[in-house]
C-alpha cells in the first residue's frame, strides 16, 4: 500500500500509516538509504540524517545518479547535501543488497523530465 502525502509518495510497508496525518512520515527512514527524485528530475541516493516540517531533508554520503541512453549511469559524488522540500517530489528507501548488485556501467535509461504541477 503506497500513500500519497503533498508531494511524498511514501510505501507504508515500514512505517505506520495510521500515525502519518501529523508529518510526512519519514521518521523511520532516518540514518537509512533513500532515493530522491526531485522536481527538476534529479535522482539523488544518500543516508537521511534528518528533516524538518517543510520536508527540508539533509543527506549524507550522497551522490546524483545521472542516466543516459549512451552510456552507463554515472555517480556525482555529492556528500552532505541538504534539498529543500519544495523541490522533492519522490521519496523511495533503497533496498541496499539490491542495490549494491546492480551494475550501473550497464544500465541505460532515459533522463527523467522536469514534473510539471
Known amino acids: 500500500m ?3 502525502v503533498g508531494i511524498l509518495l511514501i510505501s507504508c510497508k515500514n512505517l505506520n500509516c495510521e500515525e502519518m496525518s501529523g508529518g510526512p ?3 523511520s527512514l532516518v540514518d ?3 532515493s530522491v527524485i ?3 528530475g534529479r535522482n539523488i ?3 537521511l ?3 524538518d516540517q517543510a520536508t527540508n531533508i539533509i543527506l549524507d554520503e550522497s551522490h546524483e545518479r545521472v542516466y543516459s541512453t549512451k552510456e552507463g549511469v554515472q555517480q556525482l559524488v555529492l ?3 541538504i534539498i529543500r522540500g519544495d523541490n522533492i517530489s519522490i521519496v523511495g528507501e533503497v533496498d541496499e543488497e539490491l542495490d549494491s548488485n546492480l551494475d550501473m556501467s550497464k544500465l541505460r535509461a532515459h533522463p527523467l523530465k522536469p514534473i510539471i504541477h
Open 2 to 4: 503506497y500513500i500519497y
Open 25 to 27: 512520515g519519514l521518521e
Open 32 to 34: 537509512q538509504q533513500i
Open 38 to 40: 526531485t522536481n527538476d
Open 45 to 47: 541516493v544518500g543516508v
Open 49 to 51: 540524517k534528518g528533516f
Open 79 to 81: 556528500g552532505l547535501y
